[in-house]
T-cell receptor
Framework: RKEVEQDPGPFNVPEGATVAFNCTYS??????FFWYRQDCRKEPKLLMS???SGNEDGRFTAQLNRASQYISLLIRDSKLSDSATYLC??????????FGTGTSLTVIP | GAVVSQHPSWVICKSGTSVKIECRSL??????MFWYRQFPKQSLMLMAT?????????EQGVEKDKFLINHASLTLSTLTVTSAHPEDSSFYIC???????????FGPGTRLTVT
């Protein structure tokens, strides 16, 4: 079973739309959780960390549900510049990162 | 600015040759670095954990004799793809955390093409 499962999409949404991505993880001992963004042929960049209490950064809201072992990312008021692949990441105690397959988002004018 | 660098950024080599990729932390020391591989339209797959001063730890299914990792100093890890074949063509990315609990900083990646 994969460490992290993620719907690959693609998601094609109009500008201004709200879009949500979910991700599940298999190891209950997972320690830290992140959302990364990856543009084509580039390295991943940290978007935000994910906490059980939920955290918000502008138009982005991330949530962690440890009981159900899933992570979510909500993007409000989508911009063209949000088009990218969004990767959920789960870490183990040794700080190894395990990536989901990534969800492709295209925001359409 | 970048905190982790990789060299080279791209390389084309012939089948059967070996290729060395360097990963450097630029303004911090990294006792641990990680190597990933990403095939087109797929996610990053963790290959191995590189440990300064000791042997690397490989993920299941990754051949340690094919992908040689050397973490000779606190700022440098190298990945050598030995006897490369076309199926090894991929995007290789390294990462390093500043400490055990901070985020990972990713290198810009090395695109390897084996002909």
């Amino acid at each position: 079973r994969k460490e992290v499962e993620q719907d690959p999409g693609p998601f094609n949404v109009p500008e201004g739309a709200t879009v949500a991505f979910n991700c599940t993880y298999s190891n209950s001992a997972s320690q830290s959780f992140f959302w990364y963004r990856q543009d084509c042929r580039k390295e991943p960049k940290l978007l935000m960390s994910v906490y059980s209490s939920g955290n918000e950064d502008g138009r982005f809201t991330a949530q962690l549900n440890r009981a159900s072992q899933y992570i979510s990312l909500l993007i409000r008021d989508s911009k063209l510049s949000d088009s990218a692949t969004y990767l959920c990441v789960v870490t183990k105690p040794g700080n190894q990162f395990y990536f989901g397959t990534g969800t492709s988002l295209t925001v359409i004018p | 600015g970048a905190v982790v660098s990789q060299h080279p950024s791209w390389v084309i080599c012939k089948s059967g040759t070996s290729v060395k990729i360097e990963c450097r932390s630029l303004d911090f020391q990294a006792t641990t670095m990680f190597w990933y591989r990403q095939f087109p339209k797929q996610s990053l797959m963790l290959m191995a954990t590189s440990n300064e001063g000791s042997k690397a730890t490989y993920e299941q299914g990754v051949e340690k004799d094919k992908f040689l990792i050397n973490h000779a100093s606190l700022t440098l890890s190298t990945l050598t793809v030995t006897s490369a074949h076309p199926e090894d063509s991929s995007f290789y990315i390294c990462s390093a955390p500043r400490d055990l609990v901070s985020e990972q900083y990713f290198g810009p990646g090395t695109r390897l093409t084996v002909t």
